[in-house]
T-cell receptor, first 113, second 111 residues
Framework: GENVEQHPSTLSVQEGDSAVIKCTYS??????FPWYKQELGKGPQLIIDIRSNVGEKKDQRIAVTLNKTAKHFSLHITETQPEDSAVYFCAARDHNAGNMLTFGGGTRLMVKP | GAVVSQHPSWVICKSGTSVKIECRSL??????MFWYRQFPKQSLMLMATSNEGSKATYEQGVEKDKFLINHASLTLSTLTVTSAHPEDSSFYIC???????FGPGTRLLVL
């Protein structure tokens, strides 16, 4: 099955700086890669996603890049704000398992004011 | 994506009792719902896939007799943790209708 690894596990940045979180996946058949933000005690919230036929996607301060050949994708947050502090998860959709997602281990992002 | 609710949002129970968690799809008729479990400071791990009108599909290592899943309608799936023990304390999250459809989660604490 799919295996998703995520780094770093924790990330501390100063407000206004950029944050980058990286993930690798193992199943070359995976074709959909969402990113989630999870605040304490809440369910995960989809913040951006990318499909395998696209190399980069941007939505305001958030961008995601995908290198299909290398099987890795990254989340970029620019001009970070304290409210960006949360746990972020990458995920990959198993091509052969419907809508089932395999999640990375998570990154705890702390934005210091 | 689907709008999903879960009930209860949190529950505390004594060891040995059973607890039922509901997952409702408010705007989407779902033949399939997913149940995830998340231990503190860990990632979401898929427990089982709930199938409307048929048996659930459990992931390796998840005891089907302990985690009973019922998907009796297109808008409701329930997860019952039978004979709960402290090690079952976790955050249980359901997912419906695609990547946006995650519920708010149910925190279970077994004393």
């Amino acid at each position: 099955g799919e295996n998703v690894e995520q780094h770093p596990s924790t990330l501390s940045v100063q407000e206004g700086d950029s944050a980058v979180i990286k993930c690798t996946y193992s199943d070359s058949a995976s074709n959909y890669f969402p990113w989630y933000k999870q605040e304490l005690g809440k369910g995960p919230q989809l913040i951006i996603d990318i499909r395998s036929n696209v190399g980069e996607k941007k939505d305001q301060r958030i961008a995601v890049t995908l290198n299909k050949t290398a099987k890795h994708f990254s989340l970029h947050i620019t001009e970070t704000q304290p409210e960006d502090s949360a746990v972020y998860f990458c995920a990959a959709r198993d091509h052969n398992a419907g809508n089932m997602l395999t999640f990375g281990g998570g990154t705890r992002l702390m934005v210091k004011p | 994506g689907a709008v999903v609710s879960q009930h209860p949002s949190w529950v505390i129970c004594k060891s040995g009792t059973s607890v039922k968690i509901e997952c409702r799809s408010l705007d989407f008729q779902a033949t399939t719902m997913f149940w995830y479990r998340q231990f503190p400071k860990q990632s979401l791990m898929l427990m089982a896939t709930s199938n409307e009108g048929s048996k659930a599909t459990y992931e390796q290592g998840v005891e089907k007799d302990k985690f009973l899943i019922n998907h009796a309608s297109l808008t409701l799936s329930t997860l019952t943790v039978t004979s709960a023990h402290p090690e079952d304390s976790s955050f249980y999250i359901c997912s419906v209708g695609g990547p946006r459809g995650f519920g708010p989660g149910t925190r279970l604490l077994v004393l």
